[in-house]
C-alpha cells in the first residue's frame, strides 16, 4: 500500500487508521505449523509487533527511496471510519505477534 501510495504526487494519510504490519514469511511459517499439526481449533491470530499510523510507516520508506511527498490528512467517514479509529482492525489483547518489524522489512526489501 506505502509503496503504490508513493508513486502520488500526495500522500494521503488517512487520519486514526492503524496498522499492524505482519511478515509475510511469519505468516507462512505459522499456517504451515497449523496445517502439518494436530487439530488445534480456534488459534489466536497473529500480528505484526507494532502498531503504526501510516505516516510512522511512509517515511522511513520514502526516506530509503529518496523520495519526499507532502502527507495530506485526510478522515474516513462513517462506520469503517469509527471502526478504525477504534482500532477494530487491529488484534486483541493476548494474541500472537511475529518478531520482524517494519523497519527490518524495509532494510532487506530496500536496504
Sequence with gaps: MV???AKLPVFAVPGG???QPVDSREVAARLAELALGTPSGLVSDLAGPD???LAALARPYLA???RRRPMLPVRIPGKAGRAYRAGA???PAGAE???RTWEEYLAERLG
Design 17 to 19: 487508521l492503524r496498522l
Design 97 to 99: 505477534t511475529g518478531k
Design 89 to 91: 482492525n487491529l488484534t
Design 3 to 5: 509503496e503504490k501510495m
Design 51 to 53: 502498531v503504526h499510523d
Design 64 to 66: 530509503l527511496r529518496g
